[in-house]
């Protein structure tokens, strides 16, 4: 099973919940698994209206120093750790960090965070991974996930609005050939979760709307994304100040790699 349904499982204990190791099994096996129901919908729906207000200057086909077109009317911005949309409850869902240190481990870190913008009329996107296989060996394509990008869309992604089309198993093969993409419905409250190495497209924008996808990218502690933070005026991570102070200590984790002066 790829879909896997969060709704009233307990937060408490969640490594041990069969959920969190039905979505590691598919995530392990497939390249990719969808997270239903990991966020109120009414919870969606007020990001989604913070994100129009708060981002509106990004909401335009061109790019700037502070974001990167990623394909035609799409691009990539980040996104401040303040408000909602920064809050933990998106950066630091219980269900997704459950997963993520499972998959990767307990010293998980934040490496990006920001938005995906799939303007109306955004056409379908070149099929990429988001990282490379490591090593130039067969046996690296075995190895486990060292990255993985999760996105949260604040408008449903469907046939319309255009979702993510994600090639189960290509992760492994490190191929997309001959293999159908899955393109799946993601309702306001799900999420999706994959490998940085499973190959996936954003499909069109048809809708009359802007499509934002919040994602965050999880990374074992010594990885850094090579590929979308070429341009140096693109950050991975924006803080406010005062944010790291006010983490909670285990979601501190998740930023042991950023540098302070205090
Ligand atoms: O827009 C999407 O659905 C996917 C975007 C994406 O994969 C990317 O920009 O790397």
């Not at 077109?69 to 949309?85: K, T």
């Not at 965050?216 to 005062?242: C, H, I, M, S």
Request: glycine share 8%; hydrophobic share 40%; charged share 25%.
């Amino acid at each position: 099973m790829i879909r896997i349904d969060f709704s009233g499982v307990p937060t408490e204990g969640l490594s041990r919940s069969k959920e969190v190791e039905a979505a590691f099994d598919a995530f392990t096996r497939e390249g990719y698994v969808i997270l239903d129901n990991i966020v109120p919908q009414d919870t969606i729906r007020s990001l989604h209206e913070e994100f129009l207000i708060r981002y509106r200057d990004q909401i335009r086909d061109m790019e700037t120093p502070q974001s990167l077109e990623v394909g035609a009317r799409r691009f990539m911005i980040p996104l401040h750790f303040s408000g909602g949309l920064g809050a933990e409850q998106v950066y630091a869902n219980p269900y997704v960090i459950a997963l993520v240190r499972m998959i990767l481990d307990d010293e998980a870190i934040i490496d990006a965070f920001g938005a995906i913008i799939s303007l109306s009329g955004a056409e379908e996107q070149h099929i990429h991974h988001d990282g490379p296989i490591l090593f130039n060996s067969a046996i690296s394509r075995l190895l486990p996930a060292y990255a993985m990008t999760f996105a949260l869309p604040l408008v449903e992604m469907n046939e319309t609005s255009g979702t993510t089309a994600l090639w189960p198993g290509s992760h492994r093969r490190g191929e997309h050939e001959g293999v159908e993409p899955e393109r799946p419905t993601i309702p306001l409250g799900s999420g999706v979760m994959w490998d940085f190495r499973t190959y996936h497209s954003g499909m069109a924008n048809r809708s009359g709307q802007v499509r934002p996808m919040v994602y965050a990218t999880y990374a074992r502690r010594w990885y850094q994304d090579p590929v979308n933070f070429r341009k140096e005026t693109l950050p991975r991570l924006v803080f406010e100040p005062g944010f790291l102070g006010s983490v909670s200590e285990d979601h501190r984790k998740l930023f042991a790699h950023v540098r302070t002066t205090a």
